[in-house]
């Protein structure tokens, strides 16, 4: 979605500058092109060498520079943005931005641009709650500049309370949806992440080493698109996404319970989760006793959850996903036609940057009709993306305008 997108980050003054750092960093990593626009306050907290070394770009900060201005001018700057982010933006900025101030090369920049305007306040609590800021952020707010609100926490001026500037990955992810179409908008979209346990006894189960990052990105993309979205959930060390229903589950069971009853609603099912497709036939009460004999474990089927979502799918869009260790495609394919499925996203575990506890995966797309697609090694935000495009393209084939 950053992908060869130019960001202009502002940066105005105040402890939390070193944070900005960071979040450049975030932008550079997913491809985005970011030109950092700095105040002069912002330069007394880190040079603006540093971010000319991690964005690549020279950092611009003077209105009368004839050197910036002959190699791209401020008014450039403003119109080839795809995005604004002002991090940490002061109460000074936004005043001055509300008020029609253009001083300097960042609000003159700010004021000159078309692009989505994101700000990230950071401040002192009482600057924050001051009447005056409140009026400042309401009135830009109601003309379309978006806010990310500040943090709460120990503040750098002594004080505890709401203004500290939000972690880099939550403006990032504000960016995020900001760039993204909202092409979901009156849609449901059922996602289903994590392993599932299947209880053996009060201290065991049998599970899987799948960690959720894949369906909670894609629970975040959907989301961002503007999608309702229920995230059904075994167990996972992940921080809910923003705006998602969680439901969560322990069993396969339990997950088969809660997606038929979210499934009367959904149109677009995407089953990431990796289900147990076994559990032991029977569950102990109590701890189970080592014996000197060998033990063996009675497990039973457990249901195929997405196999009966595709006997009642009707016009939904329903996707699966298929972890292989061999036989990529003939597996993926079997369970693409076997459940009735409208796409699978196929991935083989084995291949590095792929799998369960990486950030990034490696996937083909098996369409219904035989398509096959191979997609580079990508973000698995990347990846979410990408199949929900398909999703996109799909609606579009079914109801054509
Ligand atoms: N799935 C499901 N319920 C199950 C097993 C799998 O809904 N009991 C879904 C998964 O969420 C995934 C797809 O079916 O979207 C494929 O899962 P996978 O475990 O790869 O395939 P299985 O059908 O279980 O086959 P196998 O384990 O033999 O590879």
């Given amino acids: 979605m950053f992908k060869d997108k130019k960001i202009v980050l502002g940066v105005s003054g105040g402890i939390a500058v070193y ?4 979040l450049l960093r975030l932008f550079v990593k997913a491809g985005a092109d970011v030109s950092v626009v700095m105040t002069r306050n912002a330069q007394e907290f880190v040079t603006p060498l540093t971010f000319q070394t991690l964005s690549g770009n020279p ?27 002002i991090a940490p933006a002061t109460a000074n900025v936004i005043g001055k931005v509300a008020s029609g101030i253009a001083d300097d090369l ?16 950071a401040m002192n609590v009482h600057m924050y709650e001051n009447p005056i800021y409140q009026r400042n952020e309401n009135s830009l707010r109601q003309l379309g500049y978006h806010f990310i609100d500040p943090a709460y926490g120990e503040l750098a001026c ?25 092409d979901l908008c009156g849609h449901t979209v059922l996602v289903t992440a994590g392993p599932t346990r299947e209880e053996l006894d009060p201290v065991r189960y049998i599970s899987n080493y799948s960690s959720g990052k894949m369906g909670y990105a894609v629970a975040r993309a959907a989301r961002q698109r503007g999608a309702e979205v229920v995230l059904v959930s075994g167990p996972t060390f992940l921080p809910p996404p923003a705006g998602v229903k969680l439901v969560s589950v322990v069993s396969a069971k339990q997950m088969r319970e809660q ?46 959850i997405l196999a009966e979502l595709g006997q009642i799918k009707q016009d939904r869009i329903l996707v699966g996903f298929a972890a292989e260790t061999q036989d990529l495609l003939k597996h993926a394919g079997e369970k693409l036609s076997k459940k009735n499925l409208d796409l699978i996203v196929a991935n083989d575990i084995t291949q590095s940057g792929a799998g369960f506890d ?25 990846v979410a993306h990408q199949l929900l495009d398909r999703v996109v393209d799909m609606f579009a084939v079914a109801k054509p305008e």
């Fill in 19 to 22: 944070k900005a750092v960071e």
């Fill in 59 to 85: 950092v611009y900060s003077e209105l009368f520079n004839l050197y910036q201005e002959k190699k791209i001018g401020h008014i450039s700057l403003a119109e080839n943005a795809d995005l604004f982010v």
């Fill in 106 to 121: 960042l609000t003159t920049t700010l004021m000159a641009t078309k692009a989505p305007v994101l700000f990230a306040p």
């Fill in 158 to 182: 002594g004080y505890s309370g709401q203004g500290k500037l939000p972690a880099p990955e939550a403006i990032f992810a504000a960016a995020q949806k900001l760039l993204a179409p909202q």
């Fill in 259 to 304: 997606v038929l009853q979210a499934f009367s609603k959904a149109t677009v099912v995407v089953k990431s989760a990796a289900v147990a497709d076994y559990r032991p036939v029977s569950v102990s009460g109590h701890k189970l006793k080592k014996k000197d004999a060998e033990m063996f474990l009675s497990l039973e089927k457990n249901p195929d």
């Fill in 358 to 382: 990486v950030d990034t995966n490696v996937v083909k797309l098996l369409h219904a009709d035989g398509k096959v697609e191979e997609l580079p090694q990508l973000s698995k935000v990347e």
